[in-house]
């Protein structure tokens, strides 16, 4: 299954950023069709966190935030406890455990091929995350997770911690080295391409 994050205040913005067109496409649907180019399900993919209103407005399925305003880290445990169940079980590995794949909305050049990548990563059975590496340094999202992450997930958010960065940091996990155009983000006005 595929998450697409949202629950940020977007301050730097200065307005919702799963809204905001690239290349008149809002960002979060952008994300969204990245992760079913790259092999979810469209009926497989949520938006995690905003009001359930930008869901409709996306086209997709809304899972409310577990832990608004905890942080990148509430996110992606709501999406690990939640996101499977809101879609029916989907995507079960070979050994029975769903794999989801954790975009921010902010990512509108993710690529499908990028998010196979990810997915292809945690094929050898060993490894509880699959994360996107970038000139040697790992980046929160995106990623893929196997569902059974969620308790040791949680569990940091219930220490407090609030950056996704941490729950890499704690389990076993591959490195996937990715273009840093295909995972860059947009945080405030400036980074938006002058021409969409």
Request: proline residues 9%.
């Amino acid at each position: 299954m595929g998450a697409v994050l949202a629950g940020g205040a977007s301050r730097r913005m200065g307005r919702p950023k799963a809204l905001v067109e690239v290349g008149g496409v809002p960002m979060a649907r952008r994300a969204a069709d990245a992760l079913v180019s790259g092999g979810v399900g469209p009926e497989a993919v949520v938006l995690v966190g905003g009001p359930a209103a930008w869901a409709d407005a996306l086209e997709m399925r809304w899972v409310a935030d577990r832990w608004p305003g905890e942080g990148p880290l509430g996110g992606l445990a709501t999406a690990l406890v939640d996101g499977p169940s809101a879609v029916g079980g989907p995507n079960p590995d070979a050994d029975g455990d769903p794999i989801v794949v954790v975009a921010a909305c902010d990512q509108p050049w993710l690529t499908g091929t990028a998010v196979a990548a990810l997915v292809e990563g945690l094929r050898d059975g060993s490894a509880m995350a699959a994360l996107a590496v970038v000139a040697g340094r790992r980046q929160p999202f995106p990623a893929a997770w196997r569902a059974s992450a969620a308790a040791l997930v949680t569990g940091l958010v219930a220490q407090g911690e609030r950056r996704a960065e941490a729950a890499g940091r704690a389990v076993a996990s591959v490195e996937v080295p990715m273009d840093p155009a295909v995972v860059a983000d947009i945080d405030r006005p400036g980074d938006l391409p002058s021409v969409p």
